[in-house]
């Protein structure tokens, strides 16, 4: 992972009580060593900078800006720590299983269900190298259970209110066969056009103990109901399994390629990359540059030509 360094750097003025920045450097340079070291030990890390965020209160953003550190990559580390770190020692199980720095930061979405989480980390601890791809087919299982489970308790809740309505007009028109049975069809016709939406998207976050759904996990539930559902103005289409893979297939491309020019974005000047490489690894990259430009020369062009189209 080499997100921290920022390629330029800024002149931020702190307003610290005595002794707060002095031990909120001295974390920052706990946790590089920690970056360093890799998979386990980005926990520790995260532990140090949730640490200085908490001293550092609303002035956060400038002590990043003034370590010159990404504030987007310090805050991933903090959000691991949060979901792994009261699970795992660093220093104890930094060699038991490893996962990417990609799976990690996937796994500690808010969006993510805490079952994908434990599975992951369980599969890790047993020795398997967990990948990005591997912790995105996770969520998915896990999410499209969770969905199918919510549905399914909507249903028995609607049969239950089916079945109340059902007594009751039994009791009302006992004596009128033909009007029981008019009024029997009425009540299940009406409760299969009816879904209380919020409510069962409140039961699918619940099971997913998530705040809120997000847009792949809506046309899970448009493809479970079989129609289409509008939440805040979007429509979901219901989805086959099919194109459901084909988007998360695209949605990983995308997101790799995104943080691959991400890095590039934040890595540091190329002096100061070159000073720390070994030799053999100065040679990879030159080997590989005259293809990289290439690619963004022609990836740039691209971006403009969509832009003025859209424009």
Not at 74 to 102: C, E, H, Y
Not at 197 to 224: E, F, M
Not at 234 to 244: N, V, W
Request: hydrophobic share 45%; aromatic share 4%.
């Amino acid at each position: 992972m080499n997100e921290m360094t920022k390629p330029e750097q800024m002149t931020f003025e702190l307003d610290l009580p005595a002794g707060v920045e002095e031990r909120c450097d001295e974390r920052h340079r706990l946790a590089q060593t920690h970056i360093a070291a890799g998979c386990w030990h980005w926990v520790e890390a995260g532990k140090q900078y949730a640490a200085n965020k908490n001293d550092l209160k609303g002035q956060w953003a400038a002590w990043c800006g003034k370590q010159n550190v990404v504030l987007q990559t310090v805050d991933t580390l903090i959000r691991i720590a949060q979901s792994f770190g009261d699970k795992l020692n660093p220093q104890v199980q930094s060699d038991v299983g490893m996962m990417d720095f990609g799976a990690l930061r996937l796994l500690a979405s808010p969006s993510v269900p805490q079952e994908a989480r434990d599975e992951a980390m369980s599969r890790a601890m047993d020795g398997e190298h967990i990948t990005k791809a591997d912790a995105e087919e996770m969520v998915a299982q896990a999410v499209a259970a969770s969905v199918a489970e919510a549905i399914a308790e909507a249903e028995a809740n609607q049969q239950e209110a089916i079945e109340a309505a059902i007594a009751e007009a039994t009791e009302e028109l006992a004596d009128d066969k033909e009007a029981l049975e008019a009024e029997i069809k009425k009540i299940r016709a009406e409760a299969r056009k009816k879904t209380d939406l919020p409510k069962l998207v409140d039961t699918a976050c619940r099971l997913l103990k998530i705040k809120k759904l997000t847009g792949l996990q809506y046309h899970h539930l448009a493809q479970l109901l079989g129609q289409a559902i509008s939440v805040n103005g979007t429509r979901y289409l219901p989805l086959s399994s099919e194109q459901i893979k084909e988007n998360e297939d695209r949605m990983r491309v995308a997101s790799t390629v995104s943080e691959a020019v991400g890095v590039l974005a934040g890595a540091p000047p190329p002096a100061a990359l070159l000073a720390v490489c070994y030799p053999v690894q100065r040679l990879r990259i030159a080997q590989r540059m005259d293809a990289v430009i290439a690619w963004a020369t022609e990836c740039r062009e691209a971006v403009k030509a969509w832009e003025g189209e859209e424009v």
